[in-house]
């Protein structure tokens, strides 16, 4: 059959099995919702205040169910607009298919009204990008970017549709979704190695990232540590995927992480990193970091091997199918020492204490876990408020803690909310933020009151940039240097404003009462936690120190 290519875009899209895009409007892609209009019974379109915010939403909607998020925008502005978005999901190894519109193919070039090279802007910033010229390969380039975006290491795939291609028209056959390839077998000798190091070894520990939520790897990484009585430490990415409350589970490490997790790092005379990077944020100095260990580092990615830090071992694999060949390759073992060892330091781990009157953060997300069940999904900014999410979420599932770990990106988190309860339905949904981060994008306000999506927002407002702060105060000689920037923000009325529900807490007892409130509403919601501006996240390894350096008071 015959389609112009915007209907060919939509056709596609759902071929690909896609239920809902996230974008914005603009001239070069008006083909394209024009078709999106006409197909509005079978595909969901959000349109967002911004399309960052649009971009967020497709992130959030992909790390809330695996599937690869969708995202439209038109060209020239519309276009650099998502570069925020795709660089947060390139830097987590997100899938994403970013669609733009650009002028039509006789413009390019000549500096016409909107006209910017996206593909290459955003060439070290996608896994792959393609400009299409023809609309004959409209169809299959759009095909070839879902798979992309799926196979091997995740990430984000950009389509440049010039509007003439949108509006041409060519004869169109469906096509079945191609399997994806499957990932590099793991080498034998690499298994052999890897399991000998974890049968002789005396004090294992595993770490593991994101690189388990992308492979579903969690229940089979939870066989591996039962089996052989080793526990687990994760990145920020990781949060979720072993039950808080597993006893094997040591908490999140790195350079906010819990002590007891660094110090177990620290101690161990095997590492056996799953699934993760050694970023800057975990091992803060390289040639410090588990130096009593041996070293076994697990990655889809072998370009991420031995990048960081030295690796004694190497396993290239997708995470899931070498841990289902390794776990027989383990003998079934216990570890009394160690365990007990480990379970004498958790019993001395840093808590910060409560204050009364005083609302503290990890008061308010200690009320936000008796509150809502295993089935919420946080939604995190970034800065301290992201931290204090992280050490005291108490999740249970993978998926179920959102955040931007890599490229650390202010603003992340409302688009990405709204984009996670677009995909999770009926369960609850609550986003973290601090109040620099939410007046970054917090104009998606009015998407969450357009689309009824009730996200509840945690506003944790100390009315500084607290993150910077914290540093300022620790290192710069407390010259507060642009982080106090005076702001008169009423969220509450502002919330109004837009349509939201609208609360303030300066106490426990009062954001008990707001947030159990904004629940039983079922509406879109702000909270204000009004919170000291000298709220510091402890425990702190300083940039480029070691688990000596810790701080914890």
């Excluded at 694999?317 to 390794?326: A, E, M, Y």
């Excluded at 009325?493 to 159990?516: H, I, S, V």
Aim: proline share 5%; glycine share 10%; aromatic share 8%.
């Amino acid at each position: 059959m015959k389609l112009t290519g915007a209907d060919i875009i939509v056709e596609v899209l759902l071929e690909q099995g896609v239920d809902t895009i996230f974008g914005y409007p603009g001239g070069t892609v008006l083909n394209t919702y024009d078709s999106l209009y006409k197909y509005s019974d079978k595909i969901n379109h959000i349109m967002t205040a911004h399309e960052q915010g649009a971009s967020h939403a497709a992130d959030g909607y992909a790390r809330a169910t695996g599937k690869t998020g969708v995202v439209l925008a038109t060209s020239g502005p519309g276009a650099t607009n998502l570069v925020t978005g795709i660089a947060t999901a390139y830097m987590d190894s997100v899938p994403m298919v970013a669609l733009t519109g650009n002028v039509g193919t006789s413009l390019i070039g000549r500096d016409s009204f909107q006209e910017v090279y996206i593909a290459g802007i955003t060439m070290p910033i996608t896994k792959h990008n393609f400009v299409v010229r023809k609309v004959e390969d409209l169809a299959d380039t759009i095909r070839q970017a879902f798979r992309i975006a799926q196979e091997g290491r995740k990430g984000p795939v950009l389509v440049d549709i010039p509007k003439d291609i949108t509006a041409a028209e060519c004869e169109f056959t469906p096509q079945p979704v191609a399997p994806l390839s499957a990932p590099p077998a793991p080498k034998q000798e690499s298994l052999e190695q890897a399991a000998k190091m974890l049968n002789e070894c005396e004090r294992p520990v595993i770490m593991f990232g994101g690189g388990v939520v992308s492979s579903e790897a969690s229940d089979i990484l939870h066989e591996l540590m039962e089996k052989a009585d080793i526990p687990a430490c994760h990145t920020l990415m990781g949060a979720g995927v072993v039950d808080y409350r597993s006893p094997l589970n040591v908490g999140m490490l790195g350079m906010h992480g819990y002590v007891i997790a660094n110090k177990a790092v620290n101690e161990a005379d095997v590492v056996f990193a799953v699934g993760t990077r050694f970023s800057d944020r975990v091992a803060l100095n390289p040639n410090k970091f588990a130096h009593r260990a041996k070293i076994i580092q697990l990655d889809i990615d072998p370009s991420e091997i031995n990048k960081n830090v030295h690796i004694d071992c190497s396993v290239v694999g997708d995470v899931k199918d070498v841990l289902q060949k390794l776990l027989p390759m383990i003998n079934s073992t216990k570890r009394p020492e160690w365990i007990n060892a480990i379970q004498g330091w958790k019993a001395s781990d840093y808590r910060p204490k409560d204050v009364e009157g005083k609302l503290r953060p990890h008061q308010i997300m200690n009320i936000i876990n008796q509150n809502v069940g295993d089935d919420a999904v946080f939604v995190t900014d970034v800065g301290q408020h992201q931290m204090w999410a992280a050490q005291f979420c108490k999740r249970t599932k993978a998926r179920s803690f959102l955040t931007s770990g890599g490229l650390g990106t202010m603003g992340f988190g409302y688009g990405a909310a709204l984009g996670a309860k677009v995909a999770v339905g009926d369960r609850t949904v609550v986003h973290i933020t601090g109040d620099g981060s939410f007046h970054m994008n917090l104009h998606e306000g009015c998407t969450a009151v357009s689309y009824d999506l009730p996200v509840i927002t945690v506003i944790m407002n100390n009315t500084v940039l607290g993150m910077v702060r914290q540093w300022q105060t620790s290192f710069y000689g407390k010259r507060y240097s642009s982080t106090s920037p005076e702001r008169k923000t009423d969220f509450v009325k502002l919330a109004e404003g837009f349509g939201l529900a609208g609360y303030r807490a300066e106490t426990p007892e009062e954001f008990e009462k707001a947030f159990k409130q904004a629940l039983a509403s079922g509406k879109p919601a702000w909270i204000d936690c009004r919170i000291d501006k000298d709220e510091r996240v402890l425990p702190m390894i300083p940039a480029g120190g070691s688990f000596d350096d810790i701080i914890t008071e």
